[in-house]
């Protein structure tokens, strides 16, 4: 009977440490680049959907987050989505969004020997968009505006030892402000280091 006690917490205290293995903090920096769809508001509802573009190229995303174990772990981030060019309800461009957010996620996956992990996250974003009308254009709303929305991503990550990592996902951030509803997508590259 002790034989089977001591055997049981031997096993349960290498299991522990081994889950404890993929716990802990880390934080990464990269670049992404970004495609907005959206609609513009008219009257409660959407009209003349469009797709654009970011004009900057690449932007910078930034995240922290922190590992219970190899399936689950919570992420917070930091993104700027780049700029676009914003159409009216007829199709015209008139003028400029700047958008960014940060998001807080929770995150499941599974990591795998060898240094190899995948991942999903979902969660809540807080979108800034920042408007600049063009020339013989006016703004029907706020030139800076705040929404709330949801982040949801995917993508895979490749550890070159315990402490770092290089991550490849895509994810888009959901927004509904005063003048458009829509959806910030982009690829990221990145580089990740555990603590």
Sequence with gaps: MKRSVLIAAVSLGLSQSAVADNAGVYFGAGLANGTL?????????????????????????????????????????????GSYKVKNNLGQTTGTVKASAVTLAAKGGYTFPHGWSVFGKLGLASVNTK???????????????????????????????????????????????????????????????KF
């Design 37 to 81: 769809s959206a609609c513009v508001k008219t009257s409660g509802s959407c009209g003349n959907d469009f797709s654009e573009t970011s004009q900057d190229g690449a932007h910078l995303r930034l995240i922290g987050g922190y590992d219970f174990n190899k399936y689950v772990g919570i992420e917070a981030g930091l993104s700027q989505l």
């Design 131 to 193: 408007y600049t009308a063009d020339p013989g254009w006016f703004l029907n709303g706020n030139a800076d505006q705040s929404s709330g929305g949801v982040v949801v991503g995917a993508g895979g990550q490749y550890n070159f030892n315990e402490t770092v990592g290089l991550r490849l996902f895509t994810e888009i951030v959901t927004f509904s402000d005063d003048l458009y509803t829509g959806a910030i997508g982009g690829t990221t590259l990145m580089a990740v280091f």
